[in-house]
């Protein structure tokens, strides 16, 4: 049974303007232990649907859906304390920017540790202790130093260490990075990527991984939706969405990386998405 | 004489620039080396690609050539001419050579300003050009880069990501520059968009013979778009070399490990991978 279950997940947003729909009739399935890629460009709605998941999307959004279920629970019909056991310990989520995901006044262990002592009802003691093992868990050098920095005295990188000690402090099933490196450089990009999938392995717990790298994709994923404009364009094995794309916009990305371009021109993905829509 | 081809537009020799950190109340002030000494020389027509992570340095030789700093070391030549700033301001005639366009299209152009008075700007303060010109000029200028006319009385806010960087372009071209120092230009843009915008430098680069530097971490737009390339580490360029050379065969470890750490969409590395995690799960099951 998938972990994660969506049918036809729609979100709109009330604006000045009248209702604006950003996710368009979405169907998404994770399963137990797999890496999911949801590729997109800005507007194509991917963070939002995950952010729906989350139950993280202000009063403006609206959610509806035919069946949006965890575990074969409801999350939709789920009353709030239901839900709040649920998200942050079973599922639990990373963001792009990690220097501004932690709060710039306390210290990393104190934060890592308020995780623990609320949501896994651990003493500050036993706290502490696990604090020091998930530092060195996700790879902080000199983790007992690590504990006692702020925010502000921490490199992006280990920022983004420190956030995935905390996603993972609950032994979560199902972690959802949402741009995971993209503020990153290249070198660190790859140690983070290389460290959730080891942790993915290790922990045996389903990623789906938002992203508007190909790249990324690519040294990932098992399975890929791409998403555009709300709607999902395709979705496919990593290996096949590469090698055969099925949908003309996934054909388009894939055409427009600069590595695979050919002659001196690099293609658009209008032009071939709008002849390919034409024919 | 030498052959007027022979003189690079730009040219830098030994450049070294020290930044002072303050100290506090207990603490001296302490100085930071950011660039170490980097030579390089770009004939016209061509593109330098300046290639480093966060802290490398690309920025704040982009600055350096750019005329917006000056070195603290070492020189730098404009046209085979020795250009000073900090002794010299340079004059509307050197301001008009080399011209830049910023990573962040959000931040750079004024929100209350119109799109036609940020294209007009940098003609009166650098030039003499009558009012009706200037407006033709910058009419001229928004098509050449592919927006319209009608874009004239626009505020930024009004357009796209890819359109502002569209206009940041055609605001450096207004002046008719011989060189274009360009940082990071389409690393905040989609893929999609960044395809245009790389293109539209490359059209602008043939039809105006414009140089280029293109300061950028993601290799693969480099590998598309350079003729030369430099890395950069902690303020040393580690590596310096013609596009195919540095691509083919990378020399220095630095460049080895930026190389390995790009991601790529290689078929066969996706394929390894996809067996290696079969047999990955395999192992845990049995």
Redesign the interface.
């Known amino acids: 049974m998938a972990q994660l279950n969506i049918r036809n997940l729609t979100v709109k947003f009330a604006t000045a303007t009248g209702s604006f729909t950003v996710v368009d009739g979405i169907d998404l399935h994770v399963d137990p ?1 797999e890496v999911l890629a949801i590729v997109g ?2 507007g194509s709605g991917k963070s939002v649907s995950m952010l729906a998941v989350m139950g993280l999307l202000p009063d403006t959004a609206t959610v509806t859906a035919d069946e949006m279920t965890y575990d074969g629970r409801d999350l939709l019909r789920m009353s709030r304390s239901e839900r709040r056991k649920l998200i942050g310990r079973e599922i639990t989520m990373i963001f792009q920017e990690p220097i501004a995901s932690l709060n710039p006044s306390f210290t990393a262990g104190f934060q890592i540790e308020e995780v623990l002592r609320l949501n896994m009802g651990m003493s500050r003691k036993q706290a502490r202790v696990r604090a020091l093992e998930l530092f060195t868990a996700v790879g902080i050098p000199q983790p007992e130093e690590k504990l006692k920095s702020y925010p502000h005295q921490m490199s992006g990188g280990q920022s983004q260490r420190v956030m995935i000690a905390m996603a993972i402090a609950s032994n979560p099933r199902l972690l959802i990075a949402d741009e995971p490196t993209t503020a990153l ?6 140690q983070i ?1 290389d460290l959730l999938m080891k942790l993915q ?1 290790d922990y ?1 717990m389903a990623l789906i991984l938002i992203t ?8 990932t994923a ?1 399975r890929v939706v791409v998403q555009y404009k709300g709607r999902k364009m395709e979705e496919a ?3 096949s969405l ?2 055969s794309p099925k949908s003309a916009y996934t054909r ?3 055409s ?6 050919t002659g ?7 032009e071939i998405f709008l002849r390919e829509d034409a024919e | 004489m030498s052959d007027a081809k022979d003189i690079a537009v730009v040219e830098g020799r030994a450049l070294v620039q020290d930044y002072q950190m303050p100290g506090s109340l207990f603490t001296g002030s302490k100085q930071v080396r950011a660039l170490k000494g980097v030579d390089f020389r770009v004939a016209q027509g061509k593109t330098l690609a300046i290639v480093g992570e966060s802290g490398s340095g690309k920025s704040t030789l982009a600055r350096i050539i750019a005329l917006i700093d000056p070195p603290s070391e070492g020189e730098l030549l404009i046209d085979g001419q020795p250009v000073d700033i900090s002794r010299h301001r340079p004059g509307p005639e050197m301001r008009s050579k080399v011209q830049m366009v910023f990573q962040n299209p959000y931040g750079s152009l004024n929100p209350r300003q119109k799109i036609g008075d940020v294209l007009m700007e940098p003609l009166v303060i650098n030039t003499r050009t009558p009012a009706a010109e200037r407006r033709d000029r910058a009419e001229a200028m928004l098509q050449k880069v592919g927006l319209q006319p009608e874009h004239f009385n626009r505020y930024p806010h009004m357009f796209s990501g890819g359109q502002r960087q569209r206009i940041a372009i055609a605001r450096a071209l207004m002046l008719n520059p011989r060189l274009l120092v360009l940082d990071e230009p389409v690393s905040a843009l989609d893929l999609s968009v960044q395809a245009q915008v790389l293109n539209l430098l490359a059209d602008l680069q043939d039809e105006f013979d414009l140089t280029y530097i293109f300061v950028s971490h993601d290799l693969s737009v480099v590998r598309y778009i350079a003729d030369d390339v430099m890395v950069l580490s902690k303020g040393e360029a580690v590596e310096q070399g013609s596009r195919e050379a540095v691509f083919a065969d990378p020399q220095h470890p630095y460049t080895q490990a930026l190389f390995a750490a790009t991601p790529v969409t290689d078929l066969d590395a996706i394929r390894a991978r996809v067996q290696r995690r079969k047999e990955a799960r395999e192992r845990q099951t049995v």
Do not use: C, N, W, Y
């Open positions: 232990g460009e800005s450089d290249v070198t660190i990009q790859k990527l392995e045996g508007h790298d190909m790249g990324v994709v690519a040294e098992d094995d990593v290996l590469f090698e388009a990305l894939l427009a990386l600069p590595e695979h371009a001196e021109r690099l293609p658009t993905v209008s």
